[in-house]
């Protein structure tokens, strides 16, 4: 695990509720502590003890989900992402599908194939609508309410935040 990972996880937990996340992984063990939570002993926020290792395999923190959105955050879309029916859908009652992690969106399952949504899909709750890889896994995302695909807020292959919109969805 290098730096980078470990300042993604460093990210994650101090961005979720969890209080405490413990990897292990061989003789590998990092503990993250997020220093929100109340704490009786206040010790350092992280303790790493990584043995010299040349390869390890990934492990991804489970999160919970994140809270339910009142409004769809403003995004600034690439050109090239889709936006013809976003301007005939009114902006106030649009649902976001957001990233539940940090990572790389991809539209499609692989570069041949074609995407998982477009603009103008009706969509239902648990609806492949994306993956996004992180740490070397592919994590299906899945949309959480059913409604038509009216933009697509994030270029194909494009590295995404936690919590980031993803597309906009009109409920149905």
């Not at 503990?31 to 492990?59: C, D, K, L, W, Y």
């Amino acid at each position: 695990m290098d730096i980078n990972q470990i300042q993604e996880l460093i990210r994650l937990v101090s961005k979720s509720k969890i209080a405490e996340l413990i990897l292990k992984e061989g003789d590998f063990e990092i503990v993250i502590r997020n220093q929100t939570q109340p704490e009786p002993s206040a010790g350092p926020a992280v303790v790493a003890f990584p043995p010299p290792m040349v390869n390890m395999p990934a492990a991804a923190p489970v999160l919970p989900p994140p809270p339910p959105a009142a409004a769809p955050a403003p995004a600034t879309p690439s050109p090239a992402a889709e936006t013809s029916a976003a301007e005939a859908a009114p902006a106030g009652n649009l649902v976001p599908i957001k990233s539940p992690m940090v990572g790389t969106f991809y539209r499609s399952p692989g570069p041949d194939k074609p995407p998982f949504v477009k603009v103008g899909d009706i969509v239902d709750a648990g609806t492949k609508v994306c993956i996004i890889e992180a740490m070397k896994l592919f994590n299906e995302i899945e949309s959480e309410v059913k409604g038509k695909i009216v933009k697509v807020l994030v270029e194909d292959a494009s590295p995404v935040e936690y919590d980031q919109p993803l597309f906009l969805v009109e409920p149905l």
